[in-house]
């Protein structure tokens, strides 16, 4: 049974970074995209980065796009989410997912699963 | 970018209803939908990918139906666990979106 575990939330103040990973198991990391969603205190789910199996082709939401780097390890099963230069409104609940396929611009890229999300608060 | 505009955003209904929520694209999409359930202080969970197909487990009295820019989910027979936030998402143009959301209410 394929799992994600996300760690590396917390607080921490505008301007500032912090380092997201997501921990794999129960399938073959390497043969899918993954993707990172975000979700708003009391609000709906916001796609940020996915990332192909081989982290050759990665794609960003517009509100992150240059501050976010999304990366992945194979050999030790793990996404990452590096964030920089931190904004309140980046505040959430992080989650990671498997995508469907390998390739993140494949047709019928649907999530699952998702991991139980790991949160940033961005506040001084 | 894609613009999924889900109605209601709310709904109360009976168990043993038939639900119906409805996704609209802002443009074609063919059939690069999926569903999502939500269960509060849970993550999302995928019912319905290619606006049709039923995921693996996932009880046969949720359905998905449409395509080009109008979709529905319908849970045939509401049931008391069925309560969640219910989202839609387009799999295929980047950025990738998901609509608002419709959360339903066990009355």
């Known amino acids: 049974e394929a799992q994600l575990l996300e760690s590396g939330g917390g607080l921490v103040q505008p301007g500032g970074s912090l380092r997201l990973s997501c921990a794999a198991s129960?399938?073959?990391?390497?043969?899918?995209?993954m993707t990172w969603v975000r979700q708003a205190p009391g609000k709906g789910l916001e796609w940020v980065s996915s990332?192909?199996?081989?982290?050759?082709?990665?794609y960003y939401g517009d509100s992150v796009k240059g501050r976010f780097t999304i990366s992945r390890d194979n050999s030790q099963n793990i996404l990452y989410l590096q964030m920089n230069s931190l904004r309140a409104e980046d505040t959430a609940l992080y989650y990671c997912?498997?995508?469907?396929?390998?390739?993140?611009?494949?047709?019928?890229?649907?999530?699952?699963?998702w991991g139980q999300g790991t949160l940033v608060t961005v506040s001084s | 970018d894609i613009q999924l505009t889900q109605s209601p955003s709310f709904l109360s209904a009976s168990v043993g209803d038939r639900v119906t929520i409805t996704c609209r694209a802002s443009q074609d999409i063919s059939n690069f939908l999926a569903w999502y359930q939500q269960k509060p202080g849970k993550a999302p969970k995928v019912l319905i990918y290619a606006a049709s197909s039923l995921q693996s487990g996932v009880p046969s009295r949720f359905s998905g139906s449409g395509s080009g820019t109008e979709f529905t989910l319908t849970i045939s027979s509401l049931q008391p666990e069925d309560f969640a936030t219910y989202y839609c998402?387009?799999?295929?143009?980047?950025?990738?979106?998901f609509g608002g959301g419709t959360e339903v209410e066990i009355k």
């Open positions: 997912a498997k995508m469907s396929r390998y390739v993140v611009g494949a047709t019928y890229n649907w999530f699952d699963p």
């Open positions: 998402q387009q799999v295929n143009y980047y950025p990738l979106t």
């Open positions: 129960g399938f073959t990391f390497r043969d899918y995209a």
């Open positions: 990332i192909g199996g081989s982290g050759g082709d990665i």
